[in-house]
């Protein structure tokens, strides 16, 4: 009986560490974790699609969001990332200069558009054309919210847009700058600004903010985000992925134009 007994603690005792040596090897077989330095409009999308990501490869990804500008020095500075996706083409450049970018990995991967924003109770109304009455419709005292316009890829377009239409001298001493395009948006969602320009995907995502008007594509660069992989980074898809039809799928979902 003892025996018995012992011999079937034995093979449960096999079986268990057995199973422990499996968990072991497959632990050393994972794809290490993949970090990724993203702009933060990107938030959304890019937390669906890295889901998805490691739902296919077994991969995790884990993502860093925050304005270009901030994300680009801190890779300068030495952060650990594997991929950067940055919101304009001269941040890109900026980390390439510094010979951080794996070589050929480089692509530019989603486009949007460039809105004028206000809080959606409110009963403004304005078209946006050569000259239009922007700084008559911040009120007295009103900032007009918009990121950085000396770093953050969202404040330049808005900077040249209102540039290329003759209003920005109307408004540059009334601004709110903001270091990410989504703090811009939160301004004017919360009802401390008037008015903001954002990207028209980070407007559609804000239920308390409505969309005025669409910048004409012509009053600004191209708005192109960008994707590499950085130097050392540890092996993955996760740009082939993003290239996907299936991330394309979920992009357009979310209002951005896939660039093929």
């Given at each position: 009986?003892k025996?018995?007994?012992t011999?079937?603690?034995?093979?449960?005792?096999?079986?268990?560490?057995?199973?422990s040596?499996?968990s072991?090897?497959?632990?050393?077989?994972?794809?290490?974790p993949?970090?990724?330095?993203a702009?933060?409009?990107?938030?959304n999308?890019l937390?669906e699609?890295g889901?998805?990501?490691?739902?296919?490869?077994?991969?995790?990804?884990?993502?860093?969001?925050?304005g270009?500008?901030?994300?680009?020095?801190?890779i300068?500075?030495?952060?650990?990332?594997?991929?950067?996706?940055?919101?304009?083409?001269?941040?890109?450049?900026?980390?390439a200069?510094?010979?951080?970018?794996?070589?050929?990995?480089r692509r530019?991967?989603l486009?949007?558009?460039l809105?004028?924003?206000a809080?959606?109770?409110?009963?403004t109304?304005?078209?946006?054309?050569?000259?239009?009455?922007?700084?008559?419709?911040?009120?007295d005292?009103?900032?007009?919210?918009?990121?950085?316009?000396q770093s953050?890829?969202?404040?330049?377009y808005?900077?040249a847009a209102?540039?290329?239409?003759?209003v920005w001298p109307?408004?540059a001493?009334?601004?709110?700058?903001?270091d990410?395009?989504?703090?811009a948006?939160?301004?004017?969602?919360?009802?401390?600004?008037?008015?903001?320009?954002?990207?028209e995907?980070?407007?559609r995502?804000?239920?308390?903010?409505?969309?005025?008007?669409?910048?004409p594509e012509?009053?600004?660069?191209p708005?192109?985000?960008?994707?590499?992989?950085?130097?050392?980074?540890v092996?993955?898809?996760?740009?082939?992925?993003?290239?996907s039809?299936?991330?394309?799928?979920?992009?357009?979902?979310a209002?951005?134009?896939?660039?093929?």
């Amino acid at each position: 009986m003892k025996s018995s007994i012992t011999r079937r603690l034995l093979i449960s005792l096999v079986a268990i560490l057995g199973a422990s040596l499996q968990s072991v090897r497959a632990a050393d077989n994972a794809a290490p974790p993949l970090t990724v330095y993203a702009a933060a409009s990107l938030t959304n999308v890019l937390q669906e699609l890295g889901e998805a990501y490691t739902r296919k490869s077994g991969q995790s990804v884990k993502f860093s969001f925050a304005g270009t500008a901030t994300l680009a020095r801190q890779i300068e500075s030495g952060a650990r990332a594997d991929v950067f996706i940055s919101a304009d083409a001269e941040w890109m450049d900026y980390v390439a200069a510094k010979a951080l970018l794996e070589p050929g990995s480089r692509r530019e991967l989603l486009a949007t558009r460039l809105v004028l924003i206000a809080p959606r109770a409110a009963t403004t109304t304005l078209r946006i054309e050569p000259k239009f009455a922007i700084a008559a419709a911040l009120g007295d005292g009103g900032r007009l919210s918009l990121a950085d316009p000396q770093s953050v890829p969202a404040g330049r377009y808005a900077k040249a847009a209102l540039e290329s239409l003759g209003v920005w001298p109307s408004v540059a001493s009334r601004l709110a700058v903001s270091d990410n395009v989504r703090t811009a948006m939160n301004f004017v969602a919360r009802g401390e600004a008037p008015l903001g320009v954002v990207y028209e995907t980070d407007a559609r995502l804000e239920p308390a903010v409505k969309v005025l008007g669409v910048f004409p594509e012509s009053a600004h660069p191209p708005i192109r985000y960008a994707a590499a992989r950085l130097r050392a980074a540890v092996p993955s898809t996760f740009l082939e992925f993003l290239s996907s039809a299936e991330a394309h799928e979920v992009f357009a979902r979310a209002g951005f134009t896939p660039i093929r």
